[in-house]
């Protein structure tokens, strides 16, 4: 029988009070229980004092004895050394730096486009197919990346003028896809853009192979790699972060366009030098020839 008044009501709320105080109790002690026992069994190692044991083996041909170290004066000077030799070759030189230029802007632009399209068309306000473009446009870059081993092109000739031409087409994609407006047209674009440059990556990938052998592989390629990411760090800077620039994400995308718009004169630059170069050299013996004859 409930009693009526205040004492009723002091023991309502205390009963309630008690029930809460309990939830907490039940709620922590579950994933502490579960934690313990993590790590527990993460530190339990039964293996470990077997282990020296059996690396040091007599079929293991491994010792506990140890090496003295090596000077490491002596191997920044055989890594710089290392590091002259592969980048005096100048068609390693090229195809090295069109690879950390535009592996610069590439990631600049796939950090940065949801952004441009949720510019383009927000969210909240239609159906968007991010996640499928991405996927298509990997798809068919693969693709492509197959179909490149049909392809037959002397690119000791040529390739200097392959990568500024697909360069400028890489710049107008993404010309497009910030100035026109439509998303259509801006998924069209990005699957371009990210076809061509998987396409031209893995050429570069396999011409910086080529001249170099196996052992320089990890330096030329992490060079590469690290001189990129400086790039990108360098150009986040200036013109996202709001300690530099920070301009808007369609100025953002116009300064992507110019970017590889400069790379594209800059191989059409160093690829007509060099045509004219070999054509000279295909002259002169002719010239030479006429000489002796005469």
Known sequence: MDVPGPVSRRAAAAAVLLRTARV??????????LLCAYGFFASLRPSEPFLTPYLLGPDKNLTDREEPKPDRLLVLKVLWND??????????LCWSVWWALSTCGYFQVVNYTQGLWEKVMPSRYA?????????????????????????????????????????????????????????WVCYASYVVFRIIYMLLITIATFQIAANLSMERYALVFGVNTFIALALQTLLTLIVVDASGLGLEITTQFLIYAGYFALIAVVFLASGAVSIMKKCRKLEDPESSSQVTTS
Do not use: Q
């Open 24 to 33: 907490p109790r039940e709620c922590w002690f579950l994933p502490t229980a």
């Open 83 to 92: 590091f002259l030799m592969c980048y005096s070759s100048r068609p390693l």
């Open 127 to 183: 159906a968007i197919y991010n996640g499928g473009v991405e996927a298509v446009s990997t798809l068919l870059g693969a693709v492509a990346v197959f179909a490149v081993g049909y392809i037959k092109i002397s690119w000791s000739t040529w390739g200097e003028m392959t990568l500024s031409l697909f360069s400028l087409l890489i710049a107008a994609a993404v010309y497009i896809m910030d100035t026109v407006g439509n998303i």
